[in-house]
């Protein structure tokens, strides 16, 4: 089963990334990832397929720092467990989702997409999200807005 974990601090909040989703490991799993907005001013993310203490090493040897981000585990629906399937997605370096459930259409809107010129990484139904999320903020600059619009 998938769990999600959001924070925003005034310090860096990859520790408390990776503790929420220690704490939801009971709940099975196969990758585990996160992504924060770094302090440099973009996205960044580190995914992992096994456990999380697999994630939590990759960040020690290859740190993020950033006070905004999102961490996922993920329990494949589409697409093998694999880094490239493990959550969270990204649409250039500004739009990143993570999502739990699954998107019916997403056959059809993968290739919707593909004929506006996304190009697909992952065989994940939640790329779809990720870069119609993208491809919507462009005439919807309000990302609630264009979330609803997504939806």
Not at 84 to 95: I, K, M, Q, R, Y
Request: glycine share 10%; aromatic share 4%.
């Amino acid at each position: 089963m998938c769990g999600i974990v959001g924070a925003v601090a005034e310090r860096n909040i990859t520790a408390i990334l990776i503790e929420g989703l220690k704490r939801l490991e009971y709940r099975g799993y196969d990758s585990a990832g996160l992504a924060v907005y770094s302090q440099q001013g973009g996205l960044e993310r580190r995914r992992r397929i096994g456990k999380v203490s697999e994630l939590q090493a990759a960040v020690a040897t290859d740190p993020l720092a950033g006070q905004l981000g999102i961490a996922h585990t993920r329990w494949a629906t589409h697409g093998a467990p694999t880094e490239g399937n493990a959550h969270p997605h990204f649409s250039g370096h500004d739009v990143a989702v993570v999502h739990n459930g699954i998107i019916e259409n997403h056959e059809a809107l993968r290739e919707e997409l593909k004929q506006l010129g996304y190009v697909f990484t992952s065989q994940t139904d939640t790329e779809v999200i990720v870069h119609l999320i993208h491809h919507l903020l462009k005439t919807i600059p309000d990302l609630t807005d264009a979330l609803k619009a997504a939806v």
